[in-house]
């Protein structure tokens, strides 16, 4: 099967921009999950949706937002871009209680 | 909130050495415990993992082992091999609820470096 795949895999935007990133997940897979990853911050949970539901949901600004399609796709959005957004934004899937497989990552740079 | 520490931040063993990787949590519902290695610039891959009515798991040259009473976790790698140089995560979480993962609560990681 295909792994989880990220696109694009590299993003330059500017403060004050807003920017989307698309996930498709496994085959077969219908919960995907957004993390950060910051050096500084290390690898924090953003949200997780099964059944275009979002069924939960970490602690960042609400300008972080996603949502889920029927064929379980999955894109998130973050809008008013901030220098402090730069991160990896890596999307995980997983099956009924299976562990979460990650995707390669979207590496957002914001200038 | 929940939080996971990780200790320690960087670990440099020689070649056919053991290394140990100490993880404690803080929420007491947690029962899953997954461990993620992650190569420079690659995506984090799951190496092991262990649900809180299993003590002990191994495979291979990895083990892991749990102390559900201290809240505490740890992973263990045998006969390590420069290919094992790379920064491992332990996570935490309440366990997949049926239809989905519940959210993981990573440790900082630590960077191993296998000296050959």
């Known amino acids: 099967k295909a792994g989880v795949t990220q696109t694009p895999r590299y993003l330059i935007k500017t403060r004050g921009q807003q920017v989307t990133l698309s996930c498709s997940p496994i085959?077969?897979?219908?919960?995907v999950s957004w993390y950060q990853q910051t050096p500084g911050q290390g690898l924090q949970f953003l949200f997780e949706?099964?059944?275009?539901?979002?069924?939960n949901k970490g602690n960042f600004p609400g300008r972080f937002s996603g949502r889920q399609f029927s064929n379980s796709r999955s894109e998130m959005n973050v809008s008013t871009l901030e220098l402090g957004d730069s991160a990896l934004y890596l999307c995980a899937s997983s099956t009924t209680q299976g562990p979460l497989w990650f995707g390669p990552g979207t590496r957002l740079t914001v200038t | 909130g929940e939080n996971v520490e990780q200790h320690p931040s960087t670990l440099s063993v020689q070649e056919g050495d053991s290394a140990v990787i100490k993880c404690t949590y803080s929420d007491s519902a947690s029962n899953y415990f997954p461990w993620y290695k992650q190569e420079l610039g690659k995506r984090p891959q799951l190496i092991i993992d262990i649900r809180s009515n299993v003590g002990e798991k191994k495979d291979q040259r990895i083990a892991v082992t749990l102390n559900k009473t201290a809240k505490h976790f740890s992973l263990h790698i045998t006969e390590t091999q420069p290919e094992d140089s790379a920064v491992y995560f332990c996570?935490?979480?309440?366990?997949?609820?049926?239809?989905?993962?519940?959210?993981?609560?990573f440790g900082k990681g630590t960077k191993l470096t296998v000296n050959p």
């Open positions: 996570a935490a979480s309440r366990g997949a609820r049926v239809g989905g993962s519940e959210k993981l609560v």
């Open positions: 085959s077969g897979h219908r919960s």
């Open positions: 949706y099964f059944s275009e539901t979002q069924r």
